[in-house]
Each structure stands twice: as structure tokens, then as C-alpha cells.
């Protein structure tokens, strides 16, 4: 079992450029979210999704958009990067609601020049 | 809006016991969770109080205290394998897991 898996672990851009954090998990589980950590900071919520075809905005949603087109899969999309956007992400996953447990991947760690 | 607060730093020796306390304003409050994460790593999930009250898993309890907007973490027998950053999260109306979490207090454990 692999859990929830991402990848790039590790990726520069430049400025302006665009790119997508992929997210998998293999739980069957409903929900799924992205999260960024900047250094020395707790989790920021960007997007999160109920079930495929259904997502929402977080708490700092400008500068990312997301799909769900199944339940295994959550990519992030970050367009027209900018150093702000260097950061931690995490994405995670939970079976339901109402149990305050999510399964976080190891990280995307992005760095923005 | 949602705000959590939590120490940022707290100081223990081997074998204490240590409280992390947090303090929360969210509007349709749900539940108050607890993470663990050490450097590099992920966060890892620790412990759920969605009733008032204190909720034991093995060296870490949790309580909850709703009408105060209140919780804490007791980690007991401490290892040096604890030291790392412990956040609070609460989650809120209409369920989803959507957490919000607190900056984090490290933990640094000493022989």
C-alpha cells in the first residue's frame, strides 16, 4: 500500500513558468486536499475535493487550480509562478468526514527564482 | 474567520511529561485534531476530540474543553524521538475533514 504518493519531491522554476504537482493515492478514499507549508509555518489549506468531479477553494486558493476527474487523482496546477509560491506542498487524503484524520504524502518542496 | 494559537516552543528533559496547549476562535466548530511532524517529514496524524473530554492513545492524550475553545496535547514519558513539531487543526462546519491548522510549537527533548 502505497498511501498518497507526489511527485515532483524536489523542482525549480523561473518565474512566469507553469507546472503541475501530481497526487495519487491508492485508499479509495473520498477526500482529498492540498496544502502549502512555508518554513517554520503550519499548513495553509489551497484546494480540496469532496469526491471526483467536486472541488473547492481553501484558505489561499489565488495562483492554483485543481481537477478531480477520479478518485485517485488530485494534481495541482500552478500557473504563471511567482517566488511567493515557494513553498512545501503536501497533499492528503481522508476516507470521510467528521474524524479529523488525513493521510499526508511526503511533499512537493518548490522553489520559485 | 478561523485562528488558532498554539506556544511556538517548548523545552523538556527525557522522561517528562510536557502540555501543548491550543486556543481556537472558528465559527461552527467541529472537532479539534493533532499532528505531528518532524523535520523534512510529513505530518502524522496523532489524535481527534470531537467531544469535550480527553482522549488517550498509548504516551499522547488529548483533551478538548468546547465551552473554553480550548484543547491540549500531554505527551508523558518523553523520548528524544519526540522532539519535533506538533500542530493543532480544528475542523469545522459541514465536516470534510477541511482542517485549519495552528503555526506549530516545536518540541525539543533533552537527556
Known amino acids: 500500500n502505497a498511501g498518497v504518493t507526489q511527485t515532483p519531491k524536489f523542482r525549480i522554476l523561473k518565474i512566469g513558468q507553469s507546472m503541475t504537482l501530481q497526487c495519487a493515492q491508492d485508499m479509495n478514499h473520498n477526500y482529498m486536499y492540498w496544502y502549502r507549508q512555508d518554513p517554520g509555518m503550519g499548513l495553509k489549506l489551497i484546494y480540496y475535493s469532496v469526491g471526483a468531479g467536486i472541488t473547492d477553494k481553501g484558505e489561499v486558493p489565488n495562483g492554483y487550480n485543481v481537477s478531480r476527474s477520479t478518485t485517485e487523482y488530485f494534481p495541482l496546477r500552478l500557473e504563471l509562478a511567482a517566488p511567493s509560491q515557494t513553498s512545501v506542498y503536501f497533499c492528503?487524503?481522508?476516507?470521510?468526514?467528521?474524524?479529523?484524520?488525513?493521510?499526508f504524502g511526503e511533499g512537493s518542496r518548490l522553489t520559485v527564482l | 474567520g478561523q485562528s488558532l494559537e498554539q506556544p511556538s516552543e517548548v523545552t523538556a528533559v527525557e522522561g517528562a511529561i510536557v502540555q501543548i496547549n491550543c486556543t481556537y476562535q472558528t465559527s461552527g466548530f467541529y472537532g479539534l485534531s493533532w499532528y505531528q511532524q518532524h523535520d523534512g517529514g510529513a505530518p502524522t496524524f496523532l489524535s481527534y476530540n470531537g467531544l469535550d473530554g480527553l482522549e488517550e492513545t498509548g504516551r499522547f492524550s488529548s483533551f478538548l474543553s468546547r465551552s473554553d475553545s480550548y484543547g491540549y496535547l500531554l505527551l508523558q514519558e518523553l523520548q528524544m524521538k519526540d522532539s519535533a513539531s506538533y500542530f493543532c487543526?480544528?475542523?469545522?462546519?459541514?465536516?470534510?475533514?477541511?482542517?485549519?491548522f495552528g503555526a506549530g510549537t516545536r518540541l525539543a527533548v533533552h537527556p
Open positions: 492528503a487524503s481522508s476516507q470521510t468526514g467528521g474524524t479529523g484524520e488525513l493521510f
Open positions: 487543526a480544528v475542523s469545522f462546519s459541514g465536516g470534510y475533514n477541511k482542517l485549519i
